[in-house]
């Protein structure tokens, strides 16, 4: 009887003390996991989010950078990791509703817990120097006249940028061949060296505006303050308008979160996106702050999984 009574107040005081530790979060810092190096789009978007995240939560935010399978080896280390709030994932579209679907991951999508939605990548579509065309247009002819002589880079396979040079490609009516890479800062010496001609990574604006690469299209509705003389994808008669809005960066956490743990994160994410200040930084960087809460970011996730095995299905694209 003293040994049940015992292993009922042990049990009572486990579940005080997980409540007690729910209420006070956080009380100890943050790590949030990026699946790709340092310097690339996902990289900046949070960290200048947790430049702000930090001081409103009033803890630490530790940014580790985890490059490795296409996002895989950040998405399977938090997807494993305790459900409490402390090990988080920025992730894009593709490490949960891309990838999974065209190759076997190391990770469950169903084990990641959609908090909020953070921002929307603006699509710059940046060519070589070195083939010395100054036009989409341009492009488009050298292109069709050279079949699969030309190669685009991406973030690696199953990626937004994979999806998006496949999905371009088509559009246009051209034939190019693909070049993953493990990050895509891998990739900017090769397209400023000649050795691939194309990428589509937001990343790429500030060697746009420096002219170490050109610009040839903006995929927005308008086009963008810092580079005024590249024309929008509509300009240029190219319909890419419903598969880039489900391009976004978000952050996720492990399966089974507490409900209010997962609330206030999108809370304090939400008043953030509102900063002047941040958006006008992520424009900086090719991105468009663009808030969903975790209810609608859940639908968001859903919607864009159903989307893509869609289209994917229709590409028959498979990369195993």
Same mark, same amino acid.
């Given at each position: 009887?003293?040994?049940?009574?015992?292993?009922? /107040?042990?049990?009572?005081?486990? !579940?005080?003390?997980?409540?007690?530790?729910?209420?006070?979060?956080?009380?100890?810092?943050?790590?949030?996991? /990026?699946?790709?190096?340092?310097?690339?789009?996902?990289?900046?978007?949070?960290?200048? $989010?947790?430049?702000?995240?930090?001081?409103?939560?009033? &803890?630490?935010?530790?940014?580790?950078?985890?490059?490795?399978?296409?996002?895989?080896?950040?998405?399977?280390?938090?997807?494993?990791?305790?459900?409490?709030? $402390?090990?988080?994932?920025?992730?894009?579209?593709?490490?949960?509703?891309?990838?999974?679907?065209? %190759? *076997?991951?190391?990770?469950?999508?169903?084990?990641?817990?959609?908090?909020?939605?953070?921002?929307?990548? +603006?699509?710059?579509?940046?060519?070589?120097?070195?083939?010395? /065309?100054?036009?989409?247009?341009?492009?488009?002819?050298?292109? *069709?006249?050279?079949?699969?002589? $030309?190669?685009?880079?991406?973030?690696?396979?199953?990626?937004?940028? #994979?999806?998006?040079?496949? !999905?371009?490609?088509?559009?246009?009516?051209?034939?190019?061949? #693909?070049?993953? $890479?493990?990050?895509?800062?891998?990739?900017?010496?090769?397209?400023?060296?000649?050795?691939?001609?194309? !990428?589509?990574?937001?990343?790429?604006?500030?060697?746009?505006?420096?002219?170490?690469?050109?610009?040839?299209?903006?995929?927005?509705?308008?086009?963008?303050?810092?580079?005024?003389?590249?024309?929008?994808?509509?300009?240029?008669?190219?319909?890419?308008?419903?598969? %880039?809005? %489900?391009?976004? @960066?978000?952050?996720?956490?492990? *399966?089974?979160?507490?409900?209010?743990?997962?609330?206030?994160?999108?809370?304090?994410?939400?008043?953030?996106?509102?900063?002047?200040? +941040? &958006?006008?930084?992520?424009?900086?960087?090719?991105?468009?702050?663009? #808030?969903?809460? #975790?209810?609608? @970011?859940?639908?968001?996730?859903?919607?864009?999984?159903?989307? @893509?095995?869609?289209?994917?299905?229709?590409?028959?694209?498979?990369?195993?």
């Amino acid at each position: 009887m003293l040994r049940l009574a015992a292993s009922v /107040v042990a049990i009572l005081f486990a !579940v005080l003390s997980q409540a007690a530790a729910q209420q006070n979060f956080p009380n100890k810092p943050l790590r949030i996991v /990026v699946p790709y190096g340092p310097g690339g789009s996902a990289d900046q978007v949070i960290r200048l $989010y947790a430049e702000k995240l930090s001081p409103a939560l009033g &803890q630490q935010v530790i940014i580790e950078n985890k490059p490795g399978a296409s996002g895989g080896v950040g998405a399977q280390m938090v997807s494993s990791a305790p459900p409490d709030g $402390y090990t988080l994932l920025l992730a894009p579209t593709a490490v949960l509703a891309i990838t999974p679907i065209v %190759r *076997k991951t190391n990770y469950d999508p169903a084990d990641l817990t959609p908090i909020a939605r953070l921002s929307t990548p +603006l699509l710059v579509v940046t060519l070589t120097n070195e083939l010395g /065309v100054k036009t989409w247009p341009e492009f488009v002819a050298l292109a *069709k006249a050279n079949p699969g002589k $030309y190669w685009f880079g991406s973030s690696g396979l199953g990626t937004i940028t #994979h999806l998006t040079g496949e !999905v371009l490609t088509r559009t246009a009516g051209i034939q190019m061949q #693909h070049a993953p $890479y493990k990050t895509i800062v891998d990739a900017v010496g090769d397209v400023m060296s000649g050795r691939i001609h194309m !990428v589509f990574d937001p990343s790429f604006l500030p060697q746009a505006k420096a002219g170490k690469v050109r610009a040839m299209l903006v995929a927005d509705k308008e086009r963008m303050a810092d580079i005024p003389d590249t024309p929008t994808a509509d300009e240029l008669g190219l319909d890419l308008k419903g598969f %880039r809005a %489900r391009s976004w @960066f978000g952050l996720f956490g492990p *399966k089974g979160m507490p409900t209010d743990v997962v609330e206030r994160l999108s809370t304090e994410l939400g008043k953030i996106a509102q900063s002047p200040d +941040l &958006q006008q930084k992520l424009l900086m960087v090719a991105q468009r702050a663009e #808030h969903q809460p #975790h209810d609608a @970011f859940v639908r968001q996730v859903a919607d864009d999984t159903a989307f @893509f095995t869609a289209l994917l299905r229709e590409l028959n694209m498979k990369l195993d």
